[in-house]
């Protein structure tokens, strides 16, 4: 269910992009050895809880989020929900998480780090399935706002 949601939202955005599936690609690893890339390529979604609200943060598959940067821009500390948790509001199973197609509206950030690459793989939905995007058209599809909250 959670890929049709991303081919939903795809063509709800008039974007005739391929979703790639692979055997496995629910870690950075395993998604960047399937898609013969870096893990810096792959474009990791995380999500956080706020008190009782969520923001979603992409950012370079090789970097981590830094806790000192993530407060001082939420002014809470960084949060990851339980595995459930994260399915109810996104729609999507941990390792499959995206910003694509979301059950409900999700505040999305895009970390400076994606903006060393031309093109980066998010992940489609499913623990095997990753999308080929510009990062110019993956800040048009999340309408994300651009942030520093990653480890240099």
Not at 7 to 31: G, M, P, R
Not at 72 to 90: L, Y
Not at 104 to 125: E, K, M, N, T
């Amino acid at each position: 269910m959670s890929v049709e949601l991303v081919e939903a939202f795809l063509k709800q955005n008039k974007k005739d992009i391929e979703i790639l599936t692979f055997e496995d690609t629910s870690t950075v690893t395993l998604a960047a050895e399937s898609l013969g890339v870096t893990t810096g390529e792959i474009a990791k979604s995380l999500l956080f809880k706020i008190q009782d609200s969520f923001v979603m943060i992409l950012m370079a598959g090789d970097r981590r989020i830094d806790n000192r940067k993530f407060k001082d821009n939420f002014n809470a500390k960084a949060k990851m929900p339980k595995a459930d948790e994260v399915a109810a509001v996104t729609g999507h199973p941990v390792g499959g998480v995206c910003p694509f197609g979301l059950i409900r509206p999700i505040p999305i950030y895009l970390d400076h780090s994606l903006q060393a690459y031309d093109r980066v793989f998010p992940a489609a939905g499913a623990p095997n399935s990753a999308i080929n995007l510009k990062v110019a058209e993956l800040k048009e599809l999340t309408d994300g706002q651009w942030i520093d909250v990653t480890q240099p």
